[in-house]
Each structure stands twice: as structure tokens, then as C-alpha cells.
């Protein structure tokens, strides 16, 4: 069974940089596309990034391409989402998901994308 766990969340100025972890000390996920999400209080669920499971595509939201980058380090079952030149609209909670079979082609665009997902860890950019 994997397990995710989301890290890293903080408060933070416009301008600034976090550095989110999905990870797992359970089943591995190297076998697994990754992608993080993102859901702002009254605002629909958004796709935010996607690394297939060798790790040899990405897949990036508009509204972060450029700013944002997802990487993954199977050997210690984590990926991680650098976010870099942060604004108050990148404020929400973030949440990772693993999908065994659906690619990352489709993480935006299909709401059945995901056979696990994380609890999410908040982002709050605010001067």
C-alpha cells in the first residue's frame, strides 16, 4: 500500500522559495507518475505539476511553468516540488498523487487521475 506524506508548507513572502517533499517509507514509488495538485478555499482543484515514473517527463500548469520545478529521487521514494518566485495566488494546499497506470498526459484533465494521495501541506504566500 503506498502511503504519501506531504512536507515542506510554510508562510512566505511574494518573491520567495519553497521546497515541497512527497515521500513514503512504505511501498516504493518508483513505478509511479507523480503529480501535485493544488486547492485554494473556493476554488476548484488545480494541476500543478507531473513527473512520470522514470522520471523522463514532466508536465507543467500554466499558471506556474517557468517558476516551478518537480523532481524525483526514486532511491529514497521522494519527489519534490521547487517552487521559486512565489505569489499570493500560488496560496492553497498542496497535495501529491501517485497513479500506477495513467500517465501524466492526463493529470489535468481526467478527475480520476490518482490511485493515492496525500492529506496536503499549506502554502501561504503573503507579504
Known amino acids: 500500500q503506498v502511503q504519501l506524506v506531504e512536507s515542506g508548507g510554510d508562510l512566505v513572502q511574494p518573491g520567495g522559495s519553497l521546497r515541497l517533499s512527497c515521500a513514503t517509507s512504505?511501498?516504493?514509488?518508483?513505478?509511479?507518475?507523480i503529480a501535485w495538485f493544488r486547492q485554494a478555499p473556493g476554488k476548484q482543484r488545480e494541476g500543478v505539476a507531473c513527473?512520470?515514473?522514470?522520471?523522463?517527463?514532466?508536465y507543467y500548469g500554466d499558471s506556474v511553468k517557468g517558476r516551478f520545478t518537480i523532481s524525483r529521487d526514486n532511491a529514497k521514494n521522494t519527489v519534490y516540488l521547487q517552487m521559486n518566485s512565489l505569489k499570493p495566488e500560488d496560496t492553497a494546499v498542496y497535495s501529491c498523487?501517485?497513479?500506477?497506470?495513467?500517465?501524466?498526459?492526463?493529470?489535468?484533465?481526467?478527475?480520476?487521475?490518482?490511485?493515492?494521495w496525500g492529506q496536503g501541506t499549506q502554502v501561504t504566500v503573503s507579504s
Open positions: 498523487a501517485a497513479d500506477l497506470v495513467f500517465q501524466c498526459s492526463a493529470y489535468e484533465t481526467s478527475n480520476l487521475w490518482g490511485d493515492h
Open positions: 512504505g511501498s516504493s514509488l518508483e513505478h509511479y507518475h
Open positions: 513527473i512520470s515514473s522514470k522520471g523522463d517527463s514532466t
